[in-house]
């Protein structure tokens, strides 16, 4: 088995593909590398033919998590290595990634600075998650959506189902080591200006950024984030019933509502909590 497999999603990345590929070679020449090209229209799989990478192809575009969990099932090394495609990650950082692996992590993560941020939405966006995670968690969480990380190969396959086939992999795979007691490390890294037009919209995947907030709780502790709602509906139940009883001395539906709002929200708190539990439960 190779120790080290690199897998790079890619769709219609064939001009960075170009630059990438021969320094990865260069620089990693022992490892095995695989292109998992995500129904790609340019010529993606002739610059990995003719740079003699393995290129797995899809006929039509399935999401990057779909690329890379597909990536992951076919790679053979011990290690894995994800990195996009697009020009954006450093070849030359896997060597820092992989010394902070071999130090007892499962995971090690590229971890972008502001700098590095795709516009000031995108960064905005991933300091909240970073803050929420980090709040979840209790470990501080330096960089929550980066796609550049090391992960033992066996470690990682245990979340494939778990994984969307859309972009938000990484933070799936990112809460689901923390869940499981992986230990996980950030390494600092600078990404460049990547080469193409990115594939991400922001009106199309606003809602989807939305729901990684609660993708980040659920899938750590579901009782961290239906807790606090539940208690915030009971003190608001509270203060109307606080307000109608000095005003017409009576209990109002409203206050009845909110309590019962307060119930209802806590008990799906406690059934996401067992579901999670069940999730993670490992039959060897």
């Not at 968690?137 to 979340?159: I, K």
Request: proline residues 4%.
């Amino acid at each position: 088995m190779n120790r080290l497999s690199i897998i790079l999603p890619a769709k219609n990345e064939g001009a960075a593909l170009k630059a990438l590929l021969p320094r990865l070679r260069a620089i990693q020449p022992e490892a095995e590398i695989i292109v998992v090209d995500d129904g790609s229209a340019d010529d993606t799989r002739d610059v990995c033919k003719s740079n003699d990478v393995q290129c797995l192809s899809s006929p039509y575009s399935m999401g990057n998590g779909a690329a890379i969990k597909r990536g992951a099932r076919a790679a053979n090394g011990e290690i894995l290595v994800f990195m996009d495609g697009d020009g954006q990650h450093d070849p030359a950082d896997i060597a820092r990634l992989l010394e902070r692996l071999d130090q007892g992590f499962d995971m090690v993560v590229g971890a972008r600075d502001w700098e590095s941020q795709a516009g000031v939405g995108r960064g905005i966006a991933n300091t909240v998650y970073n803050w929420l995670a980090s709040r979840m968690t209790g470990h501080v969480v330096a960089d929550l959506t980066s796609g550049f990380r090391a992960v033992r190969s066996s470690r990682f396959r245990e979340f494939l189902h778990l994984l969307p086939n859309g972009f938000s992999y990484p933070t799936t795979s990112t809460m689901a080591f923390f869940r499981s007691a992986y230990p996980v490390a950030y390494v600092p890294i600078k990404a460049a200006q990547r080469v193409g037009k990115s594939h991400i919209k922001p009106l199309r995947d606003g809602i989807r950024f939305l729901l990684i907030i609660f993708k980040i709780a659920t899938l750590y502790s579901p009782l961290k984030l239906f807790v606090p709602a539940s208690v915030v509906f009971f003190m608001l139940g509270c203060a109307n019933y606080a307000r109608t009883l000095i005003q017409y001395g009576r209990l109002t539906n409203m206050s009845t509502l909110m309590w019962s709002a307060a119930v209802i929200v806590f008990l799906i708190g406690l059934v996401s909590e067992q579901i999670t539990a069940l999730t993670y439960r490992r039959d060897d």
